[in-house]
């Protein structure tokens, strides 16, 4: 699948370039939210920024897997002449970054996963509470972002997941509409990213980044990351959600900049 992208060129001359840096969203996210992130770490690369396929502006499918979703990331790669790049990925992202890793780790220089760990990956209540609000929203019929705001925050509670989900709608001649295919991904996010049990090891440098307040990477997950990848590097930004990218963007930009 051909996936939208975004590409920040790197701030440097062509002779002091490094490898490219990919950065890969997480569930219901998109390239969007990483572009001020993407700028701050392009000084010395070229930075690339996809919509992963039923996210963003990317082609919507009923096929949806870790694997599929690293063989788009492959093309991608492949059509951009991005050889051996620097992968980030938070959340679902850093999975897919993870797997990319295992399966051609001759093909990626340095891994960077944010805030997640290699455990079976389950949909949370938040997750169902957004699926379940879409699913029920009528944006086709509603006027205004207000109107649709209004009717999200009576499912979903946090009003920072609410303006996040918002960004997934865009305005169309006939009306409102969904970016993401939310129907494929409620169908069949669980069954279709199973547990990374590859024995296979990923042996380049790596850094883990965790958020002090999220439970997405425990001290029980440390083993399975210390054993899939033996140079983990594991970090941790104290006050930090899960969304630590965006509740500490100077921490965090400053923990891969000295990793990278």
Known sequence: MKLYHRIIEAQCPANEKENDLIIIHGLFGMSDNWLSIGK???SKRRVIIPDL???GQSPHSDNFSTELMVEDIAEMLLDLNSNNPILLGHSMGGRVAMKYALSIPDGVSKLIVADMSLRPPKL???HWAIFQSMKLAPIEQMHNF???ELFLSQHIQSKRLTQFILKNIHRTKEGFRWKLNFMAL???FEKSIPPLASEEIFDAPSL????GNSDYILAEDYEAIYAHFPLAIIETIEGASHWLHAD???EFIHIINSFL
């Not at 883990?208 to 958020?211: S, T």
């Open 40 to 42: 701050a770490l392009s």
């Open 53 to 55: 396929r039923n996210h």
């Open 124 to 126: 949370r209540e938040e």
């Open 146 to 148: 207000k109107e649709i």
């Open 186 to 188: 409620m169908n069949s």
């Open 208 to 211: 883990f980044v965790r958020g």
């Open 248 to 250: 500490k963007p100077k």
